[in-house]
């Protein structure tokens, strides 16, 4: 997994940060009916965590995803042909996301950037996201 977070990411002057040392694997959970995304990162400001994304009961796909620091959200997603959409839109709170990814055509990499929002409207890039297969 690579992240790449723009200067002033982690604070005002806080430099920009490449970080190549994550890591993410993928498991079907006993059953086969979700699957398990688990990652570390070895990077202290950003969060460890594990994702459970499976099919609602209208067939819709959700990933339910919990990290190091006590965040639990619900995402939408998308999964079509190549392309990978996670989206989290509230109604309470002023803090949208959304993640777009590109499955490469040999399936070893997807590249893409998670983005926020305060009003789900005008969305500003949070910082990218590569993941490839090893």
């Known amino acids: 997994m690579e992240a790449r977070f723009a200067r002033g990411a982690f604070g005002p002057g806080s430099p920009a940060v490449v970080n190549r040392d994550g890591r993410t694997t ?22 460890n965590g594990i994702a459970i994304i499976g099919a609602n009961d209208d067939g819709a796909l959700v990933q339910h995803y919990f990290d190091s620091r006590g965040v639990a959200r619900r995402y939408t997603m998308t999964l079509d042909g ?43 890039h949070d910082f990218d996201l590569a993941y490839r297969r090893i």
Do not use: K
């Open 26 to 47: 993928f498991e079907w959970l006993d059953g086969g009916f979700f699957l398990v995304q688990r990652w570390a990162v070895d990077q202290p400001m950003a969060p």
């Open 82 to 124: 190549r392309s990978w959409a996670l989206l989290r839109e509230t109604g309470t709170e002023s803090f949208h996301q959304r993640y777009r990814g590109e499955i490469a055509d040999d399936g070893n990499s997807i590249e893409g950037a998670w983005e926020s929002s305060a009003d789900g409207e005008q969305w500003h």
